[in-house]
Every structure is written in structure tokens, then in C-alpha cells.
């Protein structure tokens, strides 16, 4: 596969979505200021490269601390990039780690990750970066990942990186000495978005919870014949993948009679779903109220 065929083609609806600009505004932008010089397809359909998402990130950053769009327009690439970073303004700092995470992604380049995910930790710590960095910069990437312009081998290439971080922080803890609660860790069949699990791992063994991960995909009998035999005081899991059906078909197999408490922590499309739970399961949609559940 050649470098040309693994760049991005990302319709005006994906640059919308990923740097918060309207379609109707880059649209305008673009007749107005030249701001982008889209590509079109052979049916006439606009779309947009990685130097093009590259200059609309930085667009965003500069309009949100309030430079004109005139003055903007006037800028040299190089120009753009010099005023973006010379903002002062934790709120949009915050907003522009995340673009950088995704301008890694597009160029596959694993050392710059390396090189900014430690720059973040050193500037505002290991969990406020997975919180404030990672997450937003994940939700942005599933709006290309669902929609097919991040092949696969992007998405797995920084999903292990960030795995790679969070399972070195976890080993790098120590084992807490007289732990008061233990913890069981699982995702339900079928499911391998492993990286908000691991994370509780962490925070879980930070807090001195004794933790037991079993990870992607367990299958449902070894979660029931566990709960039952063993006394772990909570479990914690979620799925992006299940239907409604599936969510309660789950828990139906795995409420046992220890009614261990099941902590799930439902998406954003979840919480619509009014998916019936048995007694023993807590809902939550934040790590915030989680951990703080949990750690009481």
C-alpha cells in the first residue's frame, strides 16, 4: 500500500464534526477566503485531504480565542502553526492536544505520540491526560473510524500505543497491602474496546482496590461461575457493541446469588435505551461518578 493510498479523503461533514466548524461556515470560508482548495470526486462531491484537516484544526483553535477570519486567512501555513502555539489559554491548550493526537494518527507516527503523550503527562499528569486528552481524542476518531476514512491499521496502531501506556502505568503501582475491596474487570463477549477498562484498572489499584482483570471478550459462564464462587464485592464492566437485548440477556445470566454489584457504564446512546437492570446493577455514564461510587 503506498503512502498516497493511506492518506485521508474526509467529506465536509468529517472536518465539521472533528474541528466544530459548521459546513455551511467552511463552505462560505472557502468561497470567500480561498481557505481550502478541496479535491472533487467524478461525481462532483467535495473532499478534503490531511493538509486540509490540518489547517481547519488549527482554524478552529485561533477563531475559538477569537481571531478574526479575515486575519486568518492572510496567514502562511507556517504562520497558522507559530499562532496556535503562542496561545495562552488552558481551555484551548487542552483542545489543540487533542488535535495534535489526531495529526500523529494521520501520519502514523509513532514516535511523535510517544513524544506528545509524554510532553502531556509532564504537563498535566498521567489521569487528567487519558481523561482530558485521550477520551476527546478517541470520540473524534470513531466519527472517522464509523465512517471509513481511518482504515484499520490507524485505529489499532494508536489504540496499542494507549494500551501500551496504560498497562506499563497499572505494573508500574504497587500491589496495595491489606486491600478493603476487590474488583472484578471484564468486558462481555464479543466485546475488545479494552482501553476505558484498563483504565479503571488503574484508578481501581491506585485507590488500593484489589483488582481481578479478565479483559475483552470474557465469555459470560466464566463471569457467573466466578461472581458465585468467589466474594468480590463489585464488577465493573460496558459494552459499545451489544443491543438492548444483549445488555439484559447479560446480566440476566450473570446476576448471581451473591448479588454482587455490577457496575455497567452506559455510552451516551445507552442511556436512551431504557434497558431494564436487575437490582444488583448500577448505571453510571462518567468515570468521575464511578470511581467515586466505588471508592467510597
Given amino acids: 500500500m503506498s503512502k498516497k493510498e493511506l492518506m485521508g479523503r474526509y467529506s465536509i461533514k468529517e472536518l465539521e464534526c472533528l474541528s466544530g ?10 468561497k470567500r477566503f480561498n481557505l481550502l482548495n478541496p479535491e472533487r470526486t467524478d461525481t462532483n462531491i467535495r473532499y ?3 493538509e486540509d484537516l490540518v489547517k481547519i484544526l488549527n482554524v478552529s483553535i485561533l477563531t475559538l480565542s477569537g481571531v478574526r477570519i479575515s486575519e486568518i486567512a492572510n496567514f502562511t501555513d507556517e504562520e497558522l502553526a507559530k499562532a496556535v502555539v503562542e496561545i495562552n489559554n488552558e481551555e484551548i491548550r487542552g483542545l489543540k492536544r487533542v488535535n495534535d493526537l489526531i495529526i500523529s494518527m494521520n501520519e502514523l507516527d509513532e514516535v511523535k505520540f510517544h513524544q506528545l503523550f509524554d510532553k502531556f503527562t509532564a504537563t498535566i499528569g498521567f489521569e487528567r491526560t487519558i481523561m482530558e486528552v485521550i477520551y476527546p481524542y478517541l470520540e473524534k476518531v470513531g466519527i472517522l473510524w464509523l465512517s471509513g476514512e ?14 501500551g501506556k496504560l498497562v506499563k502505568a497499572i505494573d508500574d503501582l504497587d500491589f496495595p497491602s491489606s486491600a478493603s475491596k476487590s474488583a472484578l474487570l471484564f468486558l462481555p463477549e464479543g466485546e475488545y474496546h479494552e ?8 484508578l481501581l489499584k491506585k485507590k488500593g482496590v484489589k483488582v481481578l482483570y479478565l479483559g475483552q471478550s470474557t465469555p459470560v459462564e466464566q463471569v457467573s461461575g466466578l461472581l458465585d464462587s468467589s466474594k468480590i464485592d463489585f464488577a465493573v464492566t460496558y459494552s459499545i457493541v451489544k443491543s438492548k437485548a444483549e445488555i439484559e440477556e447479560l446480566f440476566s445470566q450473570i446476576s448471581n446469588e451473591n448479588k454482587t454489584e455490577i457496575v455497567y457504564i452506559e455510552n451516551k446512546h445507552q442511556s436512551h435505551l431504557n434497558i431494564s437492570y ?9 468515570f468521575p461518578e464511578v470511581l467515586e461510587h466505588l471508592t467510597k
Fill in 278 to 286: 436487575p437490582p444488583n446493577v448500577s448505571t453510571f455514564s462518567s
Fill in 150 to 163: 481511518v482504515q484499520a491499521l490507524h485505529e489499532h496502531l494508536i489504540t496499542n500505543l494507549i494500551r
Fill in 195 to 202: 482501553i476505558a477498562l484498563l483504565f479503571f484498572h488503574f
Fill in 21 to 30: 466548524i459548521k459546513a455551511h461556515t467552511l463552505r462560505i470560508w472557502e
Fill in 48 to 50: 478534503y485531504s490531511d
